[in-house]
């Protein structure tokens, strides 16, 4: 097996750090990843860069700019990245592993809790103030990526398209980032200036000489494909097709694939088929989800454990719900990020080819576009749901969007939301910060009540 997936890959640089201290300090990288994708790629830049230099900094940039095109976590991938480069497949395993595993365990323990603690009225209480700091968290996020990737017009008419397609026409988002992959690679051939900074990519990948690792690649995709898809093969043989954990690995599995943009872009179309089709979470819990995985170390992707983890507990047979809520937490956690070493290993090889990709570079620029849209419906969805007590939705020919009762609004959670964003926005409070006061203002309010 090993020398199958050494000749898989690229060999690593004659002088590397030793296992035990590649494990030291991925697995401190890992503990201290708060602050989202931004403050983890900091941590990343200091640890590796600036205090070892086990990898310079134009193979750090670079690599940076690699995980961005890919689906999935950023940071994670990043981090699996350096891992294989300055040790192989085995060290970029131990470095993608360990950035998620510190996070993965916080929120599954905070998961049993929440879920034993469900019906308590002070956890309830706790969870108003935290909903609507995740608003303000999400509009933050909306103006930070908004005003790095929307250099162009036809990168703001993106957005809005994308926004009207998710929000008023309740389009599939596979099919609208799809949709923008393809509006952003003819635009690339035909109306580079429409890119932006992104039309400043030249030539293409074929140009870039040598031998085109094809036949590496190949077998890192058919060897972490089977990784993905051994425990869905084995649920489907010991369960069947419509058991929920198979519904938790098939769901799941196609998320990985769509991932583009960051966790944000995807939260509102996991919220959408995780509260309205599968019927895992309602709207109030998802919010509840988000606001521990902000909370915790790791990627925010992993907020889709606390799904997977509530759809099996509640749907149990033929396990205990706790075992069961075990299994979905971990099931879900393995096809979200197996898939990130898939394409990794896979692609890592012609990373050099991928930067000189102009058409590829033009799709990926408008997929981020259109994100800024994804995640503008994504904050709307999530206001609606914390502030109204009642959201239904209007149906009329092709549109199909949600619409609160008006007179369901709660003035608390708006007065804690006005408030939550004056405290991201103007004073700039960190997410932590920021998630605390809202906790303790949820429990006091409560207790004023």
């Known amino acids: 097996m090993d020398q199958i997936l050494n000749r898989a890959l690229d060999p690593p640089p004659p002088v590397v750090p030793s296992r035990r201290e590649q494990f030291a300090v991925f697995a401190r990288i890992g503990l201290l990843s708060f602050g989202g994708p931004a403050g983890q790629i900091a941590l990343m830049h200091k640890e590796l860069v600036d205090d070892r230099r086990w990898i310079d900094e134009g193979a750090f940039l670079r690599a940076l700019n690699f995980c961005h095109f890919l689906p999935g976590p950023e940071a994670q991938q990043l981090a699996t990245y350096i891992g294989w480069r300055i040790g192989g497949w085995k060290s970029g395993v131990v470095a993608g592993t360990l950035f998620v595993i510190p996070g993965a365990l916080v929120i599954l323990a905070l998961s049993i809790l929440y879920a034993l603690a469900a019906n308590l009225s002070w956890f309830a209480a706790l969870f108003v103030g935290i909903k609507t700091a995740v608003v303000a968290i999400v509009v933050q996020a909306l103006i930070r990526i908004g005003s790095r990737?929307?250099?162009?017009?036809?990168?703001?008419?993106?957005?809005?398209?994308?926004?009207?397609?998710?929000?008023?026409?309740?389009a599939p988002f596979p099919l609208v980032i799809l949709a923008a992959a393809l509006a952003g690679w003819f635009a690339a051939n035909a109306r580079p200036a429409w890119l932006g900074k992104a039309a400043h990519a030249s030539g293409d990948a074929?140009?870039?000489?040598?031998?085109?690792?094809t036949l590496a690649s190949l077998r890192a995709v058919l060897i972490w494909g089977a990784i993905w898809v051994a425990p869905v093969?084995?649920?489907l043989a010991l369960l069947g097709p419509d058991h929920v954990l198979m519904d938790i690995a098939k769901f799941f599995s196609t998320l990985a694939v769509v991932t583009f943009g960051g966790a944000y872009a995807v939260l509102a179309y996991m919220a959408q088929e995780a509260v309205t089709t599968y019927g895992w979470v309602n709207a109030g819990e998802m919010a509840d989800g988000l606001g521990l995985a902000e909370s915790t170390p790791g990627p925010l992707i992993l907020v889709t454990q606390f799904v997977g983890f509530l759809g099996a507990y509640r749907d149990p047979a033929p396990f205990d719900p706790m075992v069961a809520g075990i299994i979905g937490a971990a099931l879900t956690s393995w096809v979200t990020f197996a898939p990130c070493?898939?394409?990794?290993?896979?692609?890592?090889?012609?990373i050099e080819r991928l930067e000189h990709a102009r058409r590829l570079q033009g799709a990926l620029a408008a997929v981020t576009a259109a994100v800024v849209g994804v995640i503008a419906n994504l904050t709307l969805w999530f206001a609606l749901h914390v502030l109204f007590a009642r959201v239904g939705r209007i149906e009329a020919g092709p549109v199909s969007m949600s619409w609160p009762d008006w007179a369901t609004l709660d003035p608390v959670a708006l007065g804690l939301a006005v408030a939550a964003m004056v405290l991201a926005l103007w004073l700039k409070?960190?997410?932590?910060?920021?998630?605390?006061?809202?906790?303790?203002?949820?429990i006091v309010l409560a207790l004023i009540r």
């Not at 070493?341 to 012609?350: D, K, T, Y």
């Open 149 to 170: 990737a929307l250099d162009s017009g036809f990168k703001r008419l993106l957005v809005f398209a994308a926004f009207l397609a998710l929000f008023v026409f309740a």
């Open 206 to 213: 074929s140009e870039v000489a040598g031998p085109r690792p």
């Open 233 to 235: 093969l084995a649920i």
């Open 341 to 350: 070493f898939l394409w990794i290993f896979a692609l890592a090889p012609w």
């Open 429 to 442: 409070w960190g997410v932590l910060r920021l998630l605390g006061a809202g906790a303790a203002a949820g």
